[in-house]
């Protein structure tokens, strides 16, 4: 074949034309323009397609129909070469701080939906491609100022992209505002009107929306480009054939001279099997018109191999109105939707559907689609070299994993008319459905399973009943090979007329079948998941009402009709599709007394956070000759280190250096990171102790070269004369394996626990539960650039929430004094505790690598590597025995916690102060305990928001259940009983406990009651279950009390001579509001000065990023308390200037009457005033310490087959004194809330034997998403009145609300008592098996576990039984 000679790749940016003749053919969009374009507003949060923090709009022009497509993706999977005569457009492309931001942008501003704003650009990209898509269909006009867009479909736009800090719900409201069908009641608090405005009052407040603006504006210059790209390099080259011939003679020509070839479509399969590149040629199968189209006709839909997930969605779904029969157009609709549950939109955007198969045959890639498209017959379309066949999928999955030499060509769904012809009963009917249970309603998470059934059925003549032809029963996802069918249940079906029996019978040959493979987790629910499905496919056909009511003779029921069938599938089918978050109401009562303190003011920066403007540390440009790091960690738990080396044939030139511990310079320190209780080494010496021990740092020209050398790197390990680690809290006791607590902060026991317990009339004696860890999550993964500069100095700036700490360990690491070094962060995207100590070592090790190199060296951890070595929350063993009276009230309790903290002590000192503290939130009478902070090889646990406090928290639930489920006694009556009066709460908390008009929580429990309406929801959930056998919901009031502690804090005001103010705090913006608390606290407090003017101070202030050398003693921004600290040191910081400036202003006032801040100012420099003031705010004494209290109800409903809960409702009081910025303490409490869900309910960080984390990424690990939280989430801000000794009477917000999540637990766990009450009524046995350990997290699995895993055949057992 003649080779084309190379053309360049040509594409827009934002409009800007790009055009390039050498590119890496491996090089993804993301990567491009994130280190070659200014363009930062793509982020990475994952780079395997599970964020949508790099989600960009791709347009792309259609010749044929002369129409431009736009379609979100994820610019992290996509690859440059094929986006050759693309238009990309960014968050920056829609709007800016420039040109103007977009009116999505103002509104992810105006309604609080940014925090850190790590994940928001790639949301307003979403959002953005549903707006523009939207005014291309025929749907009617909309009122002007909206979209056609409805209002589910603009909240699906996003229900892909992750968000770690808002809870999303304001999200959602930024969505809907846009909808033509939204009701502006649904919308949450916003900064552009009140609640009871008018509607037309507040559409005009909406920053206004003008379709046009999303009308996409696709470079002209493009459409002239030629489609077909060939680039080539002396390495590399991309290729995009555009006839099969072409294809053909590539593929020969390659496999003929063993080049590495990889074909690609939209190379999304490489989010799932982690690509390490190295192909010589790439292969693009998008320009093949054979594969791309779609096809027709009277023997089904043929559908090309290349043609995305959602296109073949929107051809399926078309059929409906075309002339199909209507049981084809069912299937075809439900495999549609089933389909639209696969990833999330913007990768279904660009996925292809041959891809998925391919991925399913060659690699057993757990897909949806093959099980889909098996239970219907599917065939395909191979080619092979110059052959071609056709097979059916079946036969295709079975063979052998095909080679390169191999190219899918197009799927067929046959028609049912050919199957239809095979039956032999001419009242036949098919009946199809598909199943699939995921952690994720509305996907973006493989299944645990999918299963799809397609049944022939007919009337029995004699019976009434429902005889099954034939059927088709495909199963995979579950840990098979591949997708399958389950033949021999088939068979056994095949003929049968319906009963109980034979269902029995069958879902004990599921079971049989459906076995996934050994190294397959959760395996026993995987299998009882396909029992489910069968029977909820089956049941209903033998179920109906007339034959339970008819149950002693024969059924008389007659065949149901074909219409009556269609619409029995249809009902079951729309119950399936789940529905998203519904409203929220939010109720804020903040104090007017310091304007514009209380004021819900948009979170300082919200704007450019959206538009991708805001600079995050990896968004910094690199300085010239950086070089970039990767860290090479132990595998083991305990090993000598022999030997590191990085794979030779990899070829990895740009590799500069392997820094190690030996490249402590001298003076130096092998110092990573230091606690008031300890130090953690930066790197291993000889032994590495724990799996995530750093041993070294590669340093590379680029992240990707660092991360692939880091990856290939080959560790000679040995264990030679080593003791076996220490991988349990067990081990550790064992081994008497402890730190040491320091006797300040170890608490108090209270009372007398032998008297106690003599007192109660039950006892629970040594009960044991265990508790997990949970990853921190944040969008932004550990990052930080270092700067070397002259005379041994260096510059750092580093995402991290303690740069004090930071600073004083580079100095300490590379030996110099603390005034070489300076740490500049300007925001963090995301920390909840995990950027503070585990940022230090990032920052050292780059540190270090620029000192010995002489060179910048920067690090953006993968998400990978970040999972390995972060820590997390701390996991623990507790055992306790209580003494408790008939009422239900705790006389006594001993409790025994065994916390595993890992090989570094880090903070873990604290931990028995923190979970005491939350714990003793009841009065349990005496109290005794013992606390172990045990140190195993595990990576060292650090700070997770709200450490300790939530393990107390729900530990002190944990044992209030049991002692309620002893008594059979209502559990909220018992929390009611044990709830503290004050005096016991002045004898738990005996120096923070405050007035008794500030012990606010059981006023809180009283209102929440009514205000939840408590009393009748409950009676409503017995009414539920009664008549809902295989749904049951739960509904809990959980309250809590935690304690906080203030640190001194910095601050400083700088007034310049224009009026403008500059602001500097210890504290870090981390997402939680500082900034905007801080700027509000800076008017009020420079207010006071009472000139002209003063009511605009907001505006001219500037909070800046802190800087370790303007500004010293920062601490650490943790614990909560750090807004309200740095808001009274800059209060105190502009009294000073208030002072100074006094007695200026009261002579010019004199003189002229009235004075302008301006003119004051402009005045004041003349005269020499010191117009820069610093402070340092020390809380006193009886100060420092304080309680805080909320309460939370949450209503659940599980479903027994899968094990799914759906989040019904939240409602929560939670006491902030008088904030200091309601809107920024409310996204605080729906974010901390969210994020405790996920604690309680859906994160499993787990580890193998060795301690290595096996939740490596977003596949895997289960943030909440848009589809998981709260349906109906209503807050209320308490206004608890003042507080002598609070920042102007506010009280903090950040982490306490987390601990309210145990209300989802403890609901969960009410329905789920309720599903065993039924089980065991079908064993005829009476009573209650209420007294059952819920691990945390109570996912699927664990519901279904408790459920019953055998709870299908229990269920039919009893039915023959009574039959
Ligand atoms: C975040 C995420 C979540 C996902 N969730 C799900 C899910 O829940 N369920 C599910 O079923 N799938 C899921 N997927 C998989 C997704 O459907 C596939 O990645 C996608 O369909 C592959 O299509 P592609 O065009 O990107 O293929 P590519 O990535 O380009 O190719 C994938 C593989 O197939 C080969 N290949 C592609 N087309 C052909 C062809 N025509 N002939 C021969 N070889 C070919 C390629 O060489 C490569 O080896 C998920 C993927 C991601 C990234
Ligand atoms: S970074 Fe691309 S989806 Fe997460
Ligand atoms: S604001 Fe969404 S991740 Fe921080």
């Excluded at 347009?59 to 129909?65: E, F, I, L």
């Excluded at 490596?1256 to 349906?1271: C, Q």
């Amino acid at each position: 074949m003649e080779l084309q000679p190379p053309t360049n790749l040509i594409f827009a940016v934002n409009g800007e034309r790009f055009e390039l003749s050498h590119v890496d053919p491996s090089t993804t969009v993301l990567e491009f323009l994130r280190t070659r374009t200014r363009f930062k507003s793509v982020k990475l949060g994952c780079g395997e397609g599970g964020c949508g923090a790099c989600v960009v709009l791709i347009s792309k022009y259609d010749p044929v129909h002369d129409r431009v497509e736009d379609f979100t993706a994820s610019s992290c999977l996509t690859l440059l070469c094929s986006i050759h005569g693309c238009s990309i457009t960014t968050s920056e492309g829609i709007g800016n701080s420039k040109e103007g931001f977009h009116p999505i942008h103002e509104r992810f501003a105006g309604f609080h939906a940014s925090q850190c704003g790590f994940c928001t650009p790639g949301m307003c990209v979403s959002l953005f491609g549903a707006l523009v898509n939207a005014e291309k269909t025929n749907c009617p006009e909309p009122p002007a100022g909206f979209s056609k867009v409805s209002v589910t479909e603009a909240e699906k736009a996003i229900a892909g992209n992750l968000c770690r800090c808002t809870g999303y719900r304001p999200i959602a409201d930024v969505c809907k505002s846009f909808a033509v069908d939204v009701d502006m009641e649904d919308l949450g608090l916003n900064s552009f009107w009140r609640k009871g405005d008018s509607k037309d009052f507040k559409l005009s407040r909406l920053p206004q929306y003008d379709r046009n603006q999303t009308i996409s504006r696709f470079p002209l210059f493009l459409k002239e480009i030629k489609h077909d790209v060939f680039l080539a390099s002396e390495k590399h080259s991309w290729h995009r054939p555009i006839s099969l011939m072409e294809l053909q003679s590539l593929l020969q020509l390659n496999h003929a001279n063993g080049t590495r070839i990889k074909v690609v479509v939209s190379n999304t399969g490489t989010g799932y099997y982690k690509d390490t590149g190295g192909y010589d040629k790439y292969i693009d199968l998008g320009g093949i018109s054979e594969l791309s189209k779609i096809r027709k006709d009277g023997t089904g839909v043929e559908i090309g191999a290349a043609v995305t997930i959602t296109k073949a969605i929107e051809v399926l779904r078309e059929e409906s109105r075309i002339e199909f029969p209507s049981d084809y157009v069912i299937i075809l609709e439900k495999i549609a939707d089933h389909m639209n549950r696969i990833a999330s939109g913007f990768v279904r955007n660009t996925a292809s559907v041959g891809g998925n198969l391919v991925m399913a045959q060659k690699n057993n890639f757990p897909s949806d689609i093959s099980v889909l498209l098996i239970a219907v017959d599917a065939m395909v379309h191979i080619m092979t070299g110059t052959q071609f066949e056709w097979l059916t999928l079946e036969e295709f999955l079975e063979r052998p994993p095909i080679g390169m030499e191999s190219v899918l060509l197009s799927i067929k769904i046959p028609s049912l008319e050919l199957k239809k012809s095979e039956s032999s009963e001419p009242r036949s009917r098919f009946l199809f459905e598909t199943y699939r249970a995921s952690p994720r309603p509305l996907g973006n998470a493989l299944p645990y399973l999918s299963a799809a059934f397609l049944v022939s059925v007919s009337p029995c003549k004699d019976s009434g009943g429902i005889v099954v032809d034939t059927c088709r029963l495909s199963f995979g996802a579950y840990g098979s090979k591949h997708a399958i069918r389950a033949k021999k249940v088939e068979k056994f079906f095949s003929g049968k007329l319906l009963s109980v029996s034979i269902l029995y019978d069958a879902v004990n040959l599921v079971r049989a079948t459906i076995v996934p493979k050994d190294n397959t987790l959760k395996t026993s629910y995987r299998s009882s998941l396909a029992a489910g499905f069968i029977f909820q496919f089956f049941n209903p056909l033998i179920n109906c009402p007339e034959r339970i009511a008819n149950s002693n003779g024969p059924s008389n029921l007659s065949f149901m009709t074909a219409f009556e069938l269609t619409e029995n599938q249809k009902q079951v089918h729309h119950d399936k599709i789940p529905t998203l978050l519904s409203s929220g109401e939010q109720f804020l009562d903040a104090g007017t007394e310091y304007q514009p303190i209380g004021e819900p003011i948009i979170k300082s920066g919200a704007a450019l956070q959206a538009s991708g403007e805001a600079v995050f540390v990896d968004d910094i440009p690199s300085p010239p000759n950086c070089l970039h790091g990767a860290y090479i960690y132990s595998t083991k738990p305990l090993a000598n280190v022999r030997s590191i080396k990085l794979t030779p044939e990899l070829k990895l030139d740009g590799v500069r250096d392997i820094i190690s511990s030996k490249d402590i310079p001298k003076g130096g320190e092998n110092v990573g990171s230091k606690t008031i209780f300890g130090v953690e080494p930066l790197f291993a010496e000889e032994t590495a102790r724990c799996v995530g021990d750093r041993l070294a740092f590669v340093v590379a020209d680029t992240q990707k070269l660092a991360d692939m050398a880091a990856n290939s790197a080959v560790v000679d390990y040995d264990t030679e004369n080593l003791e076996p680690p220490i991988l349990s809290v067990e081990d550790a006791v064992e081994r008497s394996s402890f730190f040491e607590v320091p006797s300040f902060l170890y608490p108090k026991h209270v009372g007398d626990i032998s008297k106690g317990m003599a007192e109660a009339d039950h006892k629970i004696l040594s009960a044991e539960m265990n508790l997990e860890s949970q990853y921190y999550f944040y969008m932004e993964t550990q990052t930080a650039l270092a700067v070397p500069d002259e005379d041994n100095c260096i510059t750092v700036f580093s995402s991290s929430q303690c740069p004090e700490f930071l600073h004083s360990i580079v100095a300490k690491c590379l030996g110099i004094p603390e005034n070489n070094v300076r740490v500049i962060t300007r925001r963090v995207g995301g920390g909840f505790g995990g950027k503070a100590i585990k940022s230090i070592p990032v920052a050292a090790s780059c540190a270090l690598a620029a000192m010995k190199l002489k060179r910048p060296v920067r690090m953006y951890l993968n998400r990978k590597t970040d999972m390995i070595m972060a820590g997390g929350r701390h996991p623990m063993k507790i055992t306790y025995s209580v003494g408790f009276r008939n009422d239900g009230k705790v006389t006594a309790l001993d409790l025994q916690i065994l916390v595993n903290a890992g090989i570094y002590v880090d903070i873990s000192a604290v931990m028995p102060h923190n979970i005491l503290c939350a714990f003793k939130k009841y009065d349990w009478g005496a109290l005794s305990f013992d606390i172990k902070v045990c140190r195993t090889n595990h990576p060292s646990r650090s700070a997770m928001r709200g450490p300790g406090e939530v393990q107390g928290s729900f530990i002190a639930e944990a044992i209030i259940e049991h002692v309620a489920a002893t008594l059979s006694m209502d559990v909220d009556c018992v929390r009611s009983i044990n709830l503290h009066t004050y005096e016991s709460l002045q004898l738990f908390y005996e120096h923070c406990h405050g007035e008794p008009d500030e012990y606010t929580l059981p006023s809180i429990w009283r209102k929440l009651a009514v205000s939840a309406n408590y009393d009748h929801r409950t009676k409503m959930v017995q009414e539920f279950n009664r008549i809902n056998t295989w749904k049951k919901r739960g509904i809990s009031r959980v309250p809590v009390t935690v304690q906080l502690m203030q640190r001194p804090t910095p601050g400083k005001t700088s007034i310049f001579s224009d009026g403008s103010i500059v602001v500097e705090v210890g504290g870090i913006e981390i997402g939680q509001g500082l900034w905007t608390k801080v700027k509000q606290m800076a008017a009020y407090a420079l207010s006071a000065i009472q000139c002209d003017g003063t009511e605009g101070l907001l505006e001219k202030i500037r909070v800046v990023q802190s800087d370790t050398v303007s500004m010293i003693q920062g601490g650490f921004t943790s614990g909560s308390t750090t807004s309200e600290s740095s808001c009274e040191a800059v209060r105190l910081s502009c009294n000073i200037l208030v002072e100074r400036l006094k007695p200026l202003k009261e002579r010019l006032q004199k003189e002229m009457g009235s004075i302008k801040w301006e003119t004051l100012i402009v005045q004041a420099y003349m005269q020499a005033v010191n117009l820069s003031a610093s402070s340092f705010y020390v809380p006193s004494n009886d100060s420092m310490s304080y309680l805080n209290y909320g309460a939370a109800v949450s209503e659940v409903e599980i479903d027994i087959l899968t094990g799914e809960t759906r989040f019904l409702q939240t409602d929560i009081l939670y006491d902030c004194g008088q904030s200091l910025n309601p809107a920024v303490d409310l996204g605080q409490i729906e974010g901390a809330f969210v994020q405790g869900l996920g604690f309680f309910m859906l994160e499993e960080y787990e580890t193998n034997l060795d301690g290595l984390v096996l939740q490596e990424g977003t596949f895997n690990y289960k943030i909440p998403s848009m589809d998981t939280i709260p349906k109906q989430f209503n807050v209320q801000i308490l206004n608890s009145g003042h507080h002598q000794l609070r920042v102007l009477s506010s009280k903090a917000s950040g982490e306490p609300p987390l601990l309210l999540a145990a209300s989802i637990h403890c609901a969960t766990r009410a329905a789920i008592k309720e599903a065993r009450k039924q089980v065991l009524l079908w064993s005829n046995k009476d009573g209650a098996d209420t007294t059952f350990q819920l691990r945390v997290p109570a996912n699927m699995p664990v519901v279904k576990e408790l459920c019953g895993f055998d709870i299908v055949e229990r269920y039919l057992k009893w039915k023959m039984g009574r039959t």
